[in-house]
């Protein structure tokens, strides 16, 4: 017979009393907590239970309870649905910032994702005032720039009842990392739980790992010797320019970092020489070369036919260059040869023959195959088709180039269906690596290892849930394929030593890197000033464009006292006043938008909506692109002479957001300029016609329509003003209501106040 919990705020029957979870809730609600526990160990349970908790202490406050992607957000939702006896809400992207309002305000409960979180407090749509509990699951990702790291900040300065939880299995190996998190959240305690500890074995399900070797076939050794000549060549052309010391196969990290040091070398000369130019582009090349060596050595057929395909579209310099190699190009062909006669990766056969072997173990088995290619989980899943296997497809939302992402309702209809009787195989992206509740998955096979140990021990963690578990993985050999499982193994095991060299009684210290809640004023992750420096008494006011909420502007600018009003802006990405619009590029994008000609057409609208056009270019070094220095000087030149608009170099989003603030203090010297600032919502007319339809659909109650027949009626604009009431009502879809409007704005008296 089970034990339940009985809790006020807990349904009858519902959450079976473990004695760790319970442990670890009393522990958590003692003081801000990090949980590093295996999947499956009811993370989730541990986290109903210390909401239940504080929702007894502090009656009518709230909980916050944070999760990185959007199904993971859905999932909490749902479980929390069935544990609470209290009102729960999902808060996404996908609803509007109004419906967001709402749904905080008439709930106890909020799951939500992190960006619509901070996006919402930064408008000042909501506070943390009220909340009580904030719970940050997959909490290693509170590192760097990530909102998680944001919003713990903004909940330690607002909330008046604060307590903090963050949930993991996988903190990642280094050990400046697990301490950065801690810092990050607040965290005064991490505690660290182990499928063998004796309170936790008798729950807990092993899962074997099995790693298949393959060999790949002589068609694709053919391939793989024309790619690595191909490749010989041009490391060889690098030895000659000085590049690289060694003709030795580098690693495509290490030619990212010698690319790097190559265009520093270009922006850091005034003439470089032409030496660096060729070198940059062959570094080019070396990488899109080592890419198509990957797909061939742990990948598919078509997946590599489909990246030829996208590099033979490329116009840059590197694509032409492998274009005209006769033994890339052999490659290619090829390639293009074998998929058309059905010959493909030998992990493929392999892959099929052990799906039919799991299914003839027992028909309802349920399996999930993991590749980080979403191309590869297509080819998967057209083969698990043709060999009538019941099988479906999980996948991002972004949209590719030939296909659409998976919208979120599909993505939960798909995880609905693999739980049903209907569908024994998930083909997934690493979008379901990480929380997605998948019960009762027998298998779980990777069609290639990832170098990733936080990525393998969220894959690994997709079985043994109700009974125990194996996972595949397909490996080829000699490939990268073994480097990036045996990369895994050694962070794993890094990872685990790091945690338990410090474990003692379950507790991991800390000693004085954790941020303390009296240090949250002066504690910034970057190198910016206090909270205290920075808000002042003279608040500014800024409009943001809709877009720019996935950079850090909106983040900088909240810290520094900025008043913030996001708006869907037809010109520029800031507004301060009637006469300043602000284009915000970084150094990377200003590049880009010479070479698509964007930056002209944007410079064009800015001189004509704005009175004080401004540019302001971000970051350390404007010539640091791949675009030779003249053609940065040539635009600049441009910018400044022939479009008359002034550019501000800036060094980062913090400097920016300073910048920002302060050409908006200048303008708005008292509070009714604030009042004043008319946004561009649309961009104004240029031609006499759009400037007669905009003066006419100005007036109440015109629209597009109603504007034309007014003026093929009238004439002219000045016929329209003078005219009478019933000569207005004598155009068609003009009545006396509209008319009576339209007068009354062009025959009352202007008042100011």
């Known amino acids: 017979m089970k034990n339940w919990i009985d809790h006020q705020y807990l349904k009858k029957n519902k959450i079976e009393g473990r004695i760790y979870q319970q442990k670890l809730a009393t522990d958590a609600l003692k003081e801000n907590t990090m949980i590093i526990a295996p999947?499956?160990?009811?993370?989730?349970?541990?986290?109903?239970?210390?909401?239940?908790?504080?929702?007894?202490?502090?009656e009518g406050s709230k909980i916050l309870f944070l999760a990185p992607s959007k199904p993971l957000t859905i999932q909490h939702e749902n479980s929390l649905n069935d544990f609470m006896n209290t009102t729960v809400a999902s808060l996404t992207g996908n609803n509007r910032p109004k419906e967001r309002k709402k749904l905080w305000n008439e709930n106890q409960i909020i799951c939500a994702t992190p960006q619509t979180i901070e996006s919402d407090i930064i408008s000042q749509e909501y506070d943390f005032s009220d909340v009580s509990l904030i719970i940050f699951d997959e909490c290693h990702h509170a590192v760097g720039s990530y909102s998680y790291v944001y919003l713990a900040q903004k909940y330690m300065q607002k909330a008046e009842n604060q307590l903090i939880?963050?949930?993991?299995?996988?903190?990642?190996?280094?050990?400046?990392?697990?301490k950065e998190v801690a810092h990050n959240l607040y965290i005064n305690n991490v505690v660290i739980k182990s499928e063998d500890d004796p309170d936790v074995a008798p729950y807990f399900n092993p899962i074997e790992v099995k790693w298949i070797k393959i060999k790949l076939n002589d068609e694709l050794e053919e391939i793989k010797k024309l790619l690595n000549e191909t490749l010989k060549i041009r490391l060889k052309t690098l030895k000659k320019l000085g590049i690289i010391d060694s003709i030795a196969k580098p690693s495509k990290r290490e030619i990212l970092v010698e690319q790097k040091r190559v265009?520093?070398?270009?922006?850091?000369?005034?003439?470089?020489?032409?030496?660096?130019?060729?070198?940059?582009?062959?570094?080019?090349e070396v990488i899109n070369i080592m890419h198509s060596q990957e797909l061939l050595e742990t990948q598919t057929i078509k997946t590599l036919n489909n990246y030829f395909n996208k590099l033979e579209k490329k116009k840059t310099k590197a694509s032409k260059s492998l274009k005209n190699d006769y033994k890339f190009n052999k490659a290619v062909m090829l390639t293009r040869r074998y998929e058309a006669s059905g010959i493909d990766h030998p992990k493929m056969k392999r892959l099929i023959e052990l799906i039919h072997q799991i299914l003839k173990e027992d028909p309802e088995?349920?399996?999930?195959?993991?590749?980080?290619?979403?191309?590869?989980?297509?080819?998967?899943?057209?083969?698990?088709?043709?060999?009538?296997l019941k099988a479906l497809r999980f996948y991002g939302q972004a949209s590719r180039e030939n296909e659409k992402g998976l919208s979120q309702k599909k993505q939960i209809a798909t995880i609905e269906s693999f739980k049903n009787e209907d569908y024994n195989i998930l083909i997934s992206t690493s979008v379901a690596e990480e929380g997605i509740d998948i019960p009762s998955v027998d298998y779980v096979i990777l069609y290639e290892p990832v170098p990733s140990e936080i990525r393998m021990i969220q894959r690994r963690g997709r079985t043994g849930r109700k009974h125990k578990g194996e996972m595949f993985i397909l490996m080829t050999k000699g490939t990268i394929d073994e480097s990036y499982y045996w990369s895994s193994q050694r962070k794993e095991k890094a990872m685990k030593s790091n945690i338990y060299k410090s474990y003692s009684d379950n507790k991991f210290t800390l000693?004085?890197?954790?941020?303390?809640?009296?240090?949250?004023?002066?504690?910034?992750?970057?190198t910016t000033p206090s909270f205290d420096d920075i808000q002042d008494t003279n608040e500014a006011l800024i409009y943001v464009d809709y877009r720019e909420k996935n950079s850090n502007i909106m983040r900088e600018l909240d810290k520094i006292g900025c008043e913030i009003k996001v708006q869907s802006m037809s010109v520029g990405d800031y507004q301060v006043s009637d006469d300043v619009i602000i284009e915000r590029k970084t150094v990377d994008d200003f590049s880009k938008s010479i070479v698509d000609?964007?930056?002209?057409?944007?410079?064009?609208?800015?001189?004509?909506?704005?009175?004080?056009?401004?540019?302001?270019?971000?970051?350390?070094?404007?010539?640091?692109?791949?675009?030779?220095?003249?053609?940065?000087?040539g635009a600049i030149a441009s910018l400044t002479v022939d479009f008359k608009i002034p550019i501000i170099q800036t060094k980062d989003e913090t400097d920016t957001a300073y910048m920002l603030k302060t050409i908006a203090k200048r303008e708005q010297k008292d509070d009714e300029s604030k009042k004043e600032i008319s946004v561009r919502t649309k961009t104004k007319p240029v031609t006499l016609k759009e400037q007669q339809l905009f003066i006419t659909e100005s007036l109440p109650g015109i629209g597009p329509v109603s504007a034309k027949s007014l003026l093929n009626h009238f004439k002219s604009v000045k016929a329209m003003l003078n005219a009478t009431k019933d000569e207005l009502k004598e155009v068609e879809g003009i009545g006396e209501k509209t008319a009576a409007g339209m007068l009354n704005v062009i025959e009352s008296e202007y008042n100011e106040l």
């Open 597 to 633: 000609k964007r930056l002209y057409v944007q410079a064009k609208e800015l001189t004509s909506n704005a009175r004080k056009p401004l540019i302001i270019i971000e970051g350390e070094n404007v010539y640091n692109s791949f675009l030779h220095p003249n053609a940065i000087r």
């Open 39 to 58: 999947t499956a160990m009811g993370k989730t349970v541990i986290a109903a239970l210390v909401i239940a908790e504080r929702l007894r202490q502090y």
């Open 511 to 526: 000693d004085n890197y954790v941020a303390k809640p009296e240090d949250v004023k002066s504690y910034n992750p970057t």
């Open 365 to 388: 088995n349920k399996i999930i195959i993991f590749s980080q290619f979403r191309d590869t989980t297509k080819v998967i899943y057209d083969y698990c088709c043709d060999h009538k």
């Open 263 to 284: 265009q520093q070398k270009i922006a850091s000369s005034a003439s470089p020489q032409k030496e660096l130019f060729k070198a940059v582009s062959i570094l080019t």
């Open 165 to 178: 939880l963050g949930l993991t299995a996988s903190p990642g190996w280094e050990e400046s990392k697990i």
